[in-house]
Structure formats: C-alpha cells, structure tokens
C-alpha cells in the first residue's frame, strides 16, 4: 500500500518562502516519477512539477518557473517543494502524487496559504 504524507504548509507573507516535504512509504521513489499539484477554493487541481528521479529530469509549470524548485531524497524517500517568492495566487492545498501500475496515489494535502 502506497502511502504519501505532506506537511510544510502554513501562512506567510507575499515574498516569503516555504518548503514542502511529501514522505511516501509502501513504494520506491527512485522508480517513480513524483509530482506536486495543488488546489485552490474553486480551481481545478493543476501540476505544478514534477521531478523523475529514474531519470534525473525536473518540471515546474511556467506559473511557478524562476520561484519554485523540486528535489528528491531517494535514501529518505522524501520529495521537497522549495517555494520562493511566494504570492497570492499560490494559496491552495498543495498534494503530493504518485502513480504506480495505473493508479493514482495522493497524500491528504498541506495548506499554503500567502497573504498580501
């Protein structure tokens, strides 16, 4: 059973930087590309990066290019979101994803919320 947990979550200020954490279980990382969404009130989910550790590539989408970074811990199966430059628009709950032989994993969430 796969099992994902995030945390790092919580409030800041406009400019202010944040680094989320997503610790999975139950499946090794360095076989599976990882992924980092997030919600906010009345927006769909949208992928915000992801990094494929197999491979050694990264992606972050151009809403967050030049602000956020995505990196990996295979010895502690952990995946990091370092978010820098924080602004309003990035409030949501942020989910840590994973699929593994067709099935989609995802951790319960962390909230991110910036103020202005």
């Known amino acids: 059973q796969v099992r994902l947990v995030e945390s790092g979550g919580g409030l800041v200020q406009a400019g202010g930087s944040l680094r989320l954490s997503c610790v999975g279980s139950g499946t090794a990382f360095n076989l599976n590309d990882m992924r980092w969404f997030r919600q906010a009130p009345g927006n769909q989910r949208e992928q915000v990066a992801r990094?494929?550790?197999?491979?050694?590539?990264?992606y972050v989408s151009d809403s967050v290019k030049g602000r956020f970074t995505i990196s990996g811990d295979n010895a502690k199966n952990t995946v990091y979101l370092q978010m820098n430059g924080l602004k309003p628009e990035d409030t949501g709950v942020y989910y840590c994803?994973?699929?593994?032989?067709?099935?989609?994993?995802w951790g319960q969430g962390t909230q991110v919320t910036v103020s202005s």
């Open positions: 994803n994973t699929i593994l032989d067709g099935v989609d994993y």
């Open positions: 990094i494929s550790s197999r491979y050694g590539s990264t």
